[in-house]
């Protein structure tokens, strides 16, 4: 079983007055999780219905179930209580998902009591999170979006109800414009972001959305061409008094595409970008942003342009690529929320190869000749980083299941998208 290449000191003497409590449980929380144990040496309490074994077995994660249906009021009552358990510890809440997030956002005056939030405000979020609120304070800011049609369905049950047409050429991209209503349905066929070819498609997921009780808005926005690698992302963090003090970013080399999951990428090297860094900060900035925040931009091979698709209210799921390349997140987090200090800017600005993925499946999908060539580099020089096989977890049935996980990684790939091609999906 391989491990990674490289294990970074700790950069901070152990802190047992922190307690960071991580709602969910995918390889996200897990990566907050190592992020804080890297920083600090802390335990960290995972509060979710089904965490995955790398988490429930990991030496430095206790778990707190609760039910997958939980309502605002019940996951409340969970953290107050944990809140109750500790009161000599530091809390900070974390979390991972719109649909977490949003409940941080509707609840922050009860959980402020308690916890350092490093969320944006309801307002900010509703304001600069919905992707069709994005688009407009993109434009004002001067940065490229995708163009975009605003479809609203809280009118659908309307005999006059009707859905805008589209002036922009097939194939188009459709996804929900808030990620919380639409992550709570549940009917066949799901998909995280729709690729649709022809309008006939596009006007039977109307249908398929009207059945499913959707009642929120969905966007409809022209497909920019150009494969995995031409995405970026970008992480920030804004501290409380409005200065972003953590920035970094990385090329996406290739994505998942079950459709569930679709557009998260599994494997990336980090990278300066400072235009999209400039562009981020103006757009958190300019907004009133708090808390942490994940952008997705893709680089147009037509022109050139990069096009910012959303910026998400939380960390990211693949957070902790910027721990391995020598930025780790918590650390200005804490500082800026526990210890009332001002930070100079931390920039992610080594090297390396964070994946999720074999390294020949990797390869597999990297056709552009230089590009694959840096990877291989850096996998010989001994740069690659991966998530879940951290070299401090010792329990064998953990790092078995890890093991088997990356393998299955070939399976779903091999269903989804068994060769690379010239566009993303």
Same mark, same amino acid.
């Given at each position: 079983m391989t491990i990674d290449y490289l294990t970074r000191p700790r950069p901070l003497a152990p802190r047992q007055d922190i307690l960071p409590v991580i709602i969910g449980g995918d390889f996200g929380v897990y990566g907050i999780g190592r992020c804080f144990n890297e920083a600090f040496g802390c335990r960290c309490i995972c509060v979710g219905s089904q965490p995955t074994e790398s988490i429930t077995r990991s030496h430095f994660f206790d778990v707190r179930h609760v039910s997958a249906h939980a309502t605002d009021a019940q996951l #409340?009552?969970?953290?107050?209580?944990?809140?109750?358990?500790?009161?000599?510890?530091?809390?900070? #809440?974390?979390?991972?998902?719109?649909? !977490?997030? &949003?409940?941080?956002?509707?609840?922050?005056?009860?959980?402020?009591?308690?916890?350092?939030?490093?969320f944006p405000s309801l307002d900010v979020m509703n304001r600069l999170t919905d992707k069709a609120e994005f688009a407009?304070?993109?434009?004002?800011?001067?940065?490229?979006?995708?163009? =975009?049609?605003?479809?609203?369905?809280?009118?659908?049950?309307?005999?006059?109800?009707?859905?805008?047409?589209?002036?922009f050429a097939f194939p188009? *991209?459709?996804?929900?414009?808030?990620?919380?209503?639409?992550?709570? #349905?549940?009917?066949?066929?799901?998909?995280? +972001?729709? !690729?649709?070819?022809?309008?006939?498609?596009?006007?039977?997921?109307?249908?398929?959305?009207? &059945? &499913?009780?959707?009642?929120?808005? !969905?966007?409809?926005?022209e497909l920019i061409p150009g494969d995995n690698t031409a995405m970026r992302s970008i992480t920030a963090y804004v501290d409380s008094h409005g200065t972003v003090t953590l920035i970094g970013s990385a090329r996406v080399l290739l994505e998942d595409h079950a459709p569930t999951m679709i557009g998260n990428p599994v494997a990336m090297i980090t990278e300066d970008f400072p235009s999209l860094w400039e562009d981020a900060c103006t757009l958190l900035t300019e907004n009133g942003y708090r808390g942490f925040a994940n952008?997705?931009?893709?680089?147009?091979?037509?022109?050139?342009?990069?096009? !910012?698709?959303? *910026?998400?209210?939380?960390?990211?799921?693949?957070?902790?690529?910027? %721990?391995? &390349?020598?930025?780790?997140?918590?650390?200005?987090?804490?500082?800026?929320? +526990?210890?009332?200090?001002?930070?100079?800017? =931390?920039? %992610?600005?080594?090297? +390396? #190869?964070? =994946?999720?993925?074999?390294?020949?499946?990797?390869?597999?999908?990297? =056709?552009?000749?230089?590009?694959r060539a840096r990877v291989t580099r850096i996998i010989r020089e001994g740069r690659r980083f991966d998530l879940l096989l951290n070299p401090t977890e010792k329990d064998l049935r953990r790092n078995l299941t890890v093991w088997l996980q990356k393998q299955n990684h070939r399976r779903k790939f091999a269903r989804y998208y068994p060769e690379p091609t010239d566009t993303s999906y």
């Open positions: #409340l009552d969970t953290l107050m209580t944990i809140a109750g358990e500790h009161p000599d510890k530091k809390l900070v #809440l974390m979390a991972n998902h719109d649909i !977490f997030s &949003a409940f941080v956002a509707r609840n922050m005056a009860a959980l402020s009591r308690h916890y350092a939030l490093p407009r304070a993109c434009q004002r800011a001067g940065i490229d979006t995708p163009g =975009t049609v605003v479809v609203d369905f809280s009118g659908v049950l309307d005999e006059a109800w009707a859905a805008p047409e589209i002036p188009v *991209v459709a996804k929900a414009a808030n990620g919380e209503p639409y992550d709570v #349905l549940e009917f066949e066929g799901k998909r995280k +972001i729709w !690729f649709i070819d022809t309008p006939d498609e596009l006007a039977q997921l109307w249908e398929t959305l009207k &059945a &499913a009780g959707f009642r929120d808005t !969905f966007l409809v926005q952008f997705d931009v893709k680089i147009d091979p037509r022109d050139g342009r990069a096009v !910012f698709f959303e *910026v998400n209210p939380r960390i990211g799921r693949n957070n902790w690529y910027m %721990a391995a &390349a020598g930025a780790n997140p918590m650390i200005p987090m804490v500082a800026d929320l +526990i210890d009332g200090q001002q930070c100079e800017q =931390t920039q %992610a600005r080594d090297e +390396i #190869l964070y =994946t999720m993925v074999p390294d020949s499946l990797l390869l597999h999908y990297i =056709t552009d000749p230089e590009l």
